[in-house]
């Protein structure tokens, strides 16, 4: 199935594919790590993010935020809560980002990408067509809540299986929405064997710091730093 | 902007209009009341078409639903629980339903759409693309649960904006989730001023009536039964 995916992705968007390339050079010359964030409308990526970028800068990583919304940019507001540059991309209807959009926005935006460790990207809530847009990111983050129910691997296994991490966000609800923790983990699994799975909450900060210690330990091995 | 969203579905989707217009016409000869369920993932939508299903088909209302998911037929199978006519439509990746593929699907089954008094279309979970996709429902339902923030119908407009009724899931959670009720209200008025909104929980039951009586009374308004 894997395979399958990939080929579809390589076949439709080769335009978007050379442009990451590219992009990911950039990431690479900067030596920052780039995380694409993906997941459901209204999981939590932004309240995820907010409160490890908020850690991040406490630990002296310099991070930056790009984030893409249809409309409003409610969630570029409540990321600079955390002192970080964060700046909001509006898609005005489309339903992913794509290479270009990063680029112009890098661009325009004047940001100094050599002073960074951390750049991430908040992806327009949809666990459908972000899947088929690599944005030159090292590693694809798939956030799932416990709200959302445990199936939810399963009725969209490409973004699952494009992803390379996943987050179980608002682990603080678990009890009243009778979240089946093993069957969250045994669908993420068959879908993509040997993922990585970190459970969080952004409300009681479960989690973060080895989400964070995960990501430390991942920009060292890819950047050799 | 209700009228600049309408003009770009007219201008770019003329081919399913066009099919949806014929089959609207097809759910006026059969007077049965068709629905288009749009929500996030993980709404909570197969959750609250089941139990709605099942109290219809109770009160003697006859009933089926075709299902769209990317991967799986989870979803029909929970729904064929409520003894209701059910097929699943697999997108196999697609982020949206057609027209064609509702009229395919009704073609292959052989179901007597005169047999029906109301007609439950499942979309797939994502709220930017079935936006744009006229499937000759008589109202589109957008349904967001108290879990996902109250700020989506802001991040969403257009799918917002081109529902007819709005159904909040997940009441009982609405504590836990420090759900802010007026908010919520206030973010769907303002993308969608008058819309009608329904608060409910496929949990307790609480609102499901309500819903009903108003499906109920909308048919009778729409078809003259």
């Known amino acids: 199935m894997a395979t399958r995916y990939i080929e579809i992705r ?8 050379h442009l990451a390339v590219g992009l990911r050079g950039r990431f ?3 030596q920052l790590l780039a995380l694409n964030f993906v997941s459901s409308p209204g999981t939590g990526k932004t309240a995820f993010l907010e409160r490890m ?8 990583h310099p991070v930056a935020a790009l984030v893409g919304d249809v409309q409003t940019d409610n969630d570029a507001k409540r990321l600079a809560r955390s002192g970080a540059p964060v700046r909001q991309i509006v898609t005005d209807g489309m339903c992913h980002l794509e290479v270009q959009m990063v680029t112009s926005h890098l661009d325009d935006w004047g940001l100094d990408l050599n002073t960074l460790e951390f750049f ?10 972000p899947t088929w847009y690599d ?3 090292d590693l694809r983050v798939v956030l799932l809540s416990v ?20 987050v179980i966000t608002k682990m603080d609800l678990a009890g009243p ?3 089946d923790r093993e069957l969250a983990h045994t669908n993420i699994q068959s879908v993509r064997p040997g993922m990585r799975i970190f459970e969080t909450s952004a409300k009681t900060g479960a989690g973060i710091p080895e989400f964070i210690d995960f990501l430390i ?4 091995r890819l950047r050799s730093v």
């Open 147 to 166: 709200t959302e129910g445990e199936d939810k691997p399963l009725k969209y296994p490409p973004m699952f299986n494009s992803a390379d991490v996943a």
């Open 10 to 17: 390589q076949g439709v968007l080769s335009k978007n594919d």
């Open 177 to 179: 929405c009778e979240f």
């Open 135 to 137: 944005l030159g990111e």
């Open 53 to 60: 970028m908020r850690d991040m800068r406490a630990a002296g």
């Open 28 to 30: 690479q010359q900067a």
């Open 120 to 129: 991430f990207i908040e992806n327009v809530g949809n666990l459908v067509c």
């Open 217 to 220: 330990s991942e920009r060292k």
